[in-house]
């Protein structure tokens, strides 16, 4: 007589029981539902398309003629790019800082000296400054009479610190990337 015995899955016949396939499979659906959960939550968190576009912008300066200012728009901010002459460059350099309310050398303000980028808000009250404007030939705020020099700093008036410089990157000698 042959005695064959078998296993209904309540025992132990190959190391596997029905009840460690049922535990694998509600710990799957398990992990699926708590992904599915918390990734809407993860990815609400990540900046708009929009706001990403807006967190940068590309300006072609090919067609910006020496001694113009440019205004352009960056994360809702007037951004002035201004292409300096040489009789700019030179007075600017050549200021000395005790002249100055808040001392910056050129050098700090620019990355190559014919290009000022500059954020176009009074540092006083947020007015914007209108460009070659006061005795120095920069920007004049006519909120408050600020005055500005061709390096976007203060000269005079209640402005307490100069322009702001953005964070700008040239890609090539035609193209800068503000922000």
């Avoid at 990403?52 to 352009?72: H, N």
């Avoid at 292409?83 to 700090?108: F, G, M, V, W």
Wanted: net charge neutral; with cysteine; aromatic share 6%.
């Amino acid at each position: 007589m042959s005695t064959a015995t078998a296993n209904h899955g309540h025992g132990p016949s190959d190391g596997v029981t029905r009840r460690d396939m049922l535990l694998i499979a509600t710990g799957a659906v398990g992990a699926v539902g708590v992904g599915t959960m918390v990734w809407p939550l993860i990815s609400q968190m990540s900046p708009d398309a929009s706001t990403l576009a807006l967190s940068s912008t590309e300006i072609d300066i090919s067609k910006i003629e020496p001694g113009q200012i440019v205004t352009v728009k960056w994360r809702g901010n007037p951004v002035f790019v201004r292409h300096r002459t040489p009789k700019e460059i030179k007075e600017s350099e050549d200021t000395p800082l005790s002249e100055l309310k808040d001392p910056q050398t050129d050098a700090q303000r620019v990355q190559k000296p014919e290009w000022l980028i500059v954020i176009g808000i009074c540092t006083h009250l947020g007015c914007v400054p209108l460009g070659h404007d006061g005795p120095y030939d920069g920007w004049k705020c006519p909120c408050h009479g600020s005055v500005y020099d061709v390096s976007g700093r203060i000269r005079s008036g209640p402005a307490p610190l100069n322009l702001a410089v953005p964070t700008y990157a040239f890609l090539s000698d035609t193209k800068v990337k503000i922000g």
